[in-house]
């Protein structure tokens, strides 16, 4: 029997270290590795998905390949990632490079050869398994701050190759290079009455709670007297000793009276999964106030791979001649602790404070299709588009819809239509659906048909037909008309445009197209020199720009350029 559960148990730590090799990749890079986000942190409407990594706050460190493998995807963005490589490895996994500055010189051909030939410079290339192999060690690319990148840093991640979820890189021994002794830090606890007749220390809101540190360095929240059904939310974040800045907590568990209770983990989740990070927290005080509170307690829907323990959804229901103790435990990777208990008494205590709900007419129910009409506007609401039943705001008004606010948040998407068979055909063709962000008025791609003009959004507030009949702008080229360029590498020229965004840029050279990487951030283009298109002597430049309106700007120029 005893060498029954020693061979069961050596079997297991097999399979464990096995599921995550630790041994089996190597750095990204070959600087000391310091973290600025960890994998899972909150991030608006997303989980964050690998480990981003700083580089030194400058572009161009070199990125190797963590392990043999063979590049399996390459897309280049504007948005997102920027510019992406991805290494499919032969144990199962998938490694992700993100944010790079240029891909090292092989691979960087075959991207320009794509955009090139497709004329475009977003593209996505999906190369067969024996077309780009790689060794682990291999120099893939060089770091950088492209896409929706807010400073250089190399976002890391993996994956498991054949479902594509994302696993986290901590997992496979990256934890080991970034040093922590510090436990994560709680900055806020909230408890939240959930059912009618609920109330926390004499309130039917939110309560905050107050922690006190204790000589053993726990936690214990200040008075908590409750009636009814209850749930608690923390404001927490985690720091390491080999970086500054606040990061995500890695583990929370919750226990009742000693048993376990709520909990969850971040070990692996779907991408499937990440719109759900608006019902893991408290998206009404995060829209308010931009504070991100952990519900510890789900509704109908929450993120099943992340959520590990959980009893009664979470929920507490405090009752007569009950006392009881709810402990948190908040954890990094690194095993580092910080204790919270929070002591409950039952109490019917005379309430101060009301939560009152302002109803409408229009009760949503979020479990079941609806469709609202008024005048010349229907919205459309497919079932589980809200993750919650809720009192909706609807009217309209001399042509405008008022759709409630941002305070409630949307997991798909929703249909808006407004009858446009009044309006001249004349005006229809600049004309689209906008809405109002504060004082900003915002395009959204819409469909128009005959009489009617569509959108499909994740949008609430306010929503009106407008025109778009101003062009993009050019402005601001790195040269002047007739200069020599002899010592330039690059040319550059800056394209903006104020309402419906740009659709399309192409560029030529002596009428042969051009390739130009756009940076977002600064709405700057730039054309290498070494793509060897220029002519010696003259060379005639032409860009053309168009919107989403199909308002186009046309600049040209020209150079003279010989070596």
């Known amino acids: 029997m005893r060498f029954l559960i020693a061979f069961l148990f050596f079997f297991n730590s097999l399979i464990s270290q ?4 630790k041994d089996y990749f190597r750095s990204p890079m070959d600087i000391p590795l310091s973290a600025a986000g960890y994998f899972g942190e909150l991030r608006p409407n997303h989980f964050h998905s690998g480990v981003d990594f700083r580089t030194e706050k400058r572009e161009g460190i070199p990125v190797f390949a963590t392990a043999d493998g063979y590049v399996s995807r390459i897309k280049i ?4 990632y920027g510019k992406a490589i991805y290494i499919d ?17 092989g691979i960087q051909e075959r991207i320009s050869q794509e955009q090139y030939a497709q004329k475009n410079y977003e593209i996505e290339i999906l190369p ?22 807010s400073g250089p840093h190399l976002h890391f991640e993996f994956r498991d190759t054949k479902t594509e979820k994302i696993i986290n890189p901590m997992l496979f021994g990256f934890g080991d290079e970034l040093k922590d002794s510090k436990a994560p830090q709680v900055s806020g606890l909230i408890v939240y009455p959930l059912s009618d007749s609920a109330q926390v220390n004499g309130s039917s809101k939110p309560v905050f709670l107050n922690l006190s540190l204790q000589p053993d360095g726990t936690y214990v929240a200040s008075k908590l007297i ?7 939310g923390v404001n927490a974040f985690d720091t390491s000793d080999t ?11 919750s226990y009742l009276n000693g048993m376990p209770y709520f909990g969850y983990e971040f070990e692996v989740f779907s991408f499937d999964e990440t719109k759900y990070i608006n019902t893991f927290i408290d998206y009404l005080r995060y829209q308010k106030q931009g504070l991100r509170f952990q519900k510890l307690f789900v509704g109908n829907t929450y993120p099943s791979s992340i959520i590990k323990t959980m009893k009664n959804d979470g929920i507490i229901d405090v009752s007569m001649n009950f006392s009881l103790n709810y402990k948190m435990i908040l954890q990094d990777f690194h095993g580092n602790k910080t204790i919270v208990n929070i002591p409950i008494s039952y109490g019917n205590l005379p309430i101060t404070q009301v939560n009152e709900i302002k109803k409408t007419p229009y009760f949503l129910k979020s479990r079941i299709d609806n469709s609202y009409t008024k005048d010349d506007v229907t919205v459309f609401i497919p079932e589980n588009a809200f993750f919650e039943d809720f009192y909706l705001n609807f009217d309209v008004k001399n042509n405008e819809l008022f759709l409630h606010d941002d305070s409630v948040p949307l997991q798909e998407n929703i249909t808006i239509t407004f009858d446009i068979s009044k309006m001249p055909a004349a005006d229809r063709e600049k004309m689209f659906i906008a809405n109002l962000d504060g004082s900003r008025t915002e395009y959204n791609k819409t469909y128009k048909k005959e009489n009617s003009a569509t959108i499909y959004t994740k949008k609430l507030g306010k929503f009106f037909l407008y025109k778009d009949v101003i062009a993009p702008k050019i402005y601001n080229p790195s040269f002047d008309e007739g200069d020599n360029l002899d010592d330039k590498k690059t040319l550059k020229i800056s394209i903006s445009d104020d309402l419906s965004g740009i659709k399309e840029y192409n560029a030529y050279l002596n009428g ?24 010696n002597g003259r060379n005639d430049f032409k860009i053309i720009v168009k919107d989403n309106l199909e308002n186009t700007t046309t600049f040209e120029s020209h150079f003279f350029k010989t070596k």
């Open 512 to 535: 042969n197209w051009i390739l130009m990487e756009y940076e977002s951030k600064s709405n700057r283009l730039t054309h290498n020199f070494s793509d060897n298109i220029f002519q």
């Open 89 to 105: 490895h032969p144990n199962g996994f998938t490694t992700v490079y993100g944010h790079l500055q240029k891909a090292a010189l």
């Open 77 to 80: 963005s504007i948005y997102g």
């Open 128 to 149: 067969k398994p024996n077309e780009i192999m790689v060794k682990k060690g291999d120099l893939i690319a060089y770091s950088g701050n492209t896409g929706g990148s």
């Open 226 to 232: 409750a009636s009814g059904k209850i749930g608690f």
């Open 243 to 253: 970086g500054y800045g606040k990061k995500g907590i890695y583990k929370l568990d």
């Open 18 to 21: 096995e599921k995550y090799p």
